[in-house]
């Protein structure tokens, strides 16, 4: 979060213009980061910059914040021309968590009494209710009449916070709404061109009556802790597996058991290969193994388990897979500059080189952006429809829902439903997470059966 500091007399009436920047443009080196963009916040609102990655968002926040000067245009504080400076917002708290930082550096905000506030990413280091005190903190910092500019991915985000959005493309604005007027379809639209539904590749067409893929892994039981419940499940190859729930509830350690990152304390699995042999698989023999029978996790945090980001993106991964994933011209950059969207597709790639046929990955799209997005998506559903299998673990229902085939449901470590996405809805996929009754509630879509 960055604090543009401002204390020109009392807060201006909701209506009243706060900041504007007209006809703003920015480049480093031969990049053009922004071209003529023009925008105006409000006291008393929530304005959201949207786009793709590389649109322009972060560029733009930081010319307000003074971190860098335009190369043309003007920045107006109250209708007057200003040059703004940027307030360190980084202290010594290296023993707190991401999470716990991210709320001291709020905080830190909140107390210079500024009257703009930009929050950049803000809720992606944070846990469930963390980011229920930043929306609550949010919330009451509009109702003081300040202007916060809000920067997210996550559309759910945006439609609940905020009052207007603003959305770039390739470093130019594109529009400028009232939130109440748009919908998450033509907001996308606005954002990458095309409609939601083009966003998910199309589901491999149902298996007949009868007929089923051979299975990949058949969990018969895992217990990730002592004393803890056991998961059973089935993954068949073709067909990507969602696997949702309430945060918190184990669907986590079910997956980095089953991957060997977590020796699990008990499991019978049993592994089928590609030609329908039987194949010794135990868990608890660790994530090298696991790796050398051809199961890969994708963690959730790419920074700190997935790449080594100070190495080129080929000694991330071998040459063979490159050149579909768009990568092929930055062989020699290192991973750490990469987009999200890049790295999430950098570690696809590993696997996909290294020969692994069934994957198990976690937030497969998180703090990525939509265009990148359907990239992921796509790359997903071209690896089973070649034969391998996906497990993908995600907080976001509409993805689950959107990308699966089917939805597997975690209640306290135990899958609880096992729900054909093309049936599922969010309001029965939380029906099943929440309690027993839901298995009544969403009729059909539940079955106790996982199978």
């Not at 480049?27 to 304005?47: W, Y």
């Not at 703004?84 to 991210?102: F, K, M």
Request: charged share 20%.
């Amino acid at each position: 979060m960055t604090v543009v500091a401002s204390r020109a007399g009392p807060a201006p009436a909701p209506a009243t213009e706060l900041v504007a920047v007209r006809g703003i443009s920015k480049a480093f080196g031969h990049t053009r980061a922004l071209h003529q963009v023009s925008l105006a916040g409000h006291a008393g609102s929530v304005h959201a910059i949207t786009g793709e990655n590389g649109a322009g968002k972060s560029t733009l926040m930081k010319l307000l914040a003074g971190v860098h000067q335009p190369d043309a245009g003007e920045l107006l504080l109250r209708g007057q021309p200003v040059r703004l400076h940027s307030l360190d917002p980084r202290q010594a708290c290296g023993r707190l968590s991401v999470g716990e930082q991210q709320l001291v550096e709020i905080a830190k905000g909140v107390s210079t009494d500024a009257s703009v506030f930009i929050f950049d990413e803000p809720t992606a280091p944070l846990n469930r209710a963390e980011v229920d005190q930043l929306e609550a903190l949010i919330q009451a910092l509009k109702a003081q009449g300040k202007l916060v500019f809000y920067i997210s991915h996550r559309l759910d985000e945006i439609f609940r916070l905020c009052d207007t959005v603003t959305v770039l493309k390739d470093g130019q604005w594109v529009a400028t709404e009232p939130i109440a007027a748009l919908s998450h379809d033509r907001l996308i639209t606005l954002m990458v061109g095309r409609p939601l539904q083009a966003l998910f590749p199309p589901r491999a067409p149902a298996p007949e009556a009868g007929a089923q893929a051979p299975l990949a892994l058949d969990v018969r039981r895992l217990t990730p802790r002592a004393g803890g419940a056991s998961a059973v499940l089935q993954l068949r190859r073709g067909e990507i597996v969602g696997m949702g729930g309430l945060e918190g509830q184990g669907q986590r350690e079910i997956v980095r058991a089953l991957a060997g990152v977590l020796r699990p304390h008990d499991s019978d699995v049993v592994r089928t290969g590609r030609q329908g042999e039987a194949l010794a698989f135990d868990p608890r023999d660790g994530v090298v193994r696991t790796v050398q029978q051809g199961v890969g996790l994708i963690p959730e945090d790419r920074k700190l388990e997935g790449l080594y980001l100070e190495l080129p993106i080929a000694d991330n991964m071998w040459l063979g897979a490159l050149r579909g994933l768009g990568l092929v011209r930055d062989l020699a950059q290192d991973a750490g500059d990469l987009s999200g969207g890049n790295q999430q597709k950098v570690m696809i790639g590993r696997w996909l080189a290294a020969g692994v046929d069934t994957l198990l990955i976690e937030q497969p799209t998180r703090g990525v952006d939509v265009g990148a997005k359907a990239e992921i998506y796509g790359l997903l559903r071209e690896f089973v429809a070649q034969g391998g299998a996906v497990l993908a673990l995600s907080s976001d229902l509409l993805e689950l829902i959107g990308l699966c085939d089917r939805i597997l449901v975690v209640r306290a470590g135990a899958v609880v439903g096992n729900v054909p996405a093309a049936s599922a809805t969010e309001a029965g996929l939380l029906a099943l997470a929440l309690t027993d009754r839901g298995l009544a509630t969403v009729g059909s879509q539940a079955q106790e059966a996982v199978a």
